[in-house]
């Protein structure tokens, strides 16, 4: 029996954060769904990239709201449109990045935990906007690569060009 108990998270609600240039707002934690999955909403602007990584725990997938992301898992790219949707299995290199001016899309982890990896590394979002870039915002790359391998991840290497 899981520990999860229903709720509803209305469009402002929701635990948001600012991420290294990007707003995830996330409509359910880990925490919430007794570590059945988490789902982050997530806006980020032109040219806004992950590296190259692979989740050994997790599945992802991507829903795309608004706007144009180009994802590539294993060596092939997607090119998904408004309304389409992207699986990233676990095990397998995946990045991708932002193609318009903005995007926004869901990002769905099964089972949950690597949200854990967000709130380590990101902070508290001051408005529900897109931040503006601050150097200062971005960690130590080091420290990035030792957090994602807490969580079960490993950096395999920049976001292609």
Known sequence: ???AKPYLTGPEE?????????????????EE???????????????????????SREDETFYVLDGELSIEIDGVMYRPAVGSTVFAPR???????V????????VLGTPGGFDGWFFETGKPAESL??????????????EIIASVERFGGKVLGPPRA
């Open 14 to 30: 929701g635990r948001a954060i600012w991420h290294m240039g990007a707003l995830l707002q996330f409509r359910a934690t880990s």
């Open 99 to 106: 193609e318009s001016p903005t995007a926004r899309w869901l």
């Open 129 to 142: 906007t897109t931040p503006a870039f601050d150097p200062a915002d971005f960690p130590d790359f080091g």
């Open 33 to 55: 769904t007794g570590n059945a999955f988490w789902l982050a909403e997530q806006t980020s602007n032109l040219g806004y990239a992950s590296p190259i990584h692979v989740h």
């Open 1 to 3: 029996m899981s520990d």
């Open 91 to 97: 095990g397998l290199p995946h990045s991708y990045k």
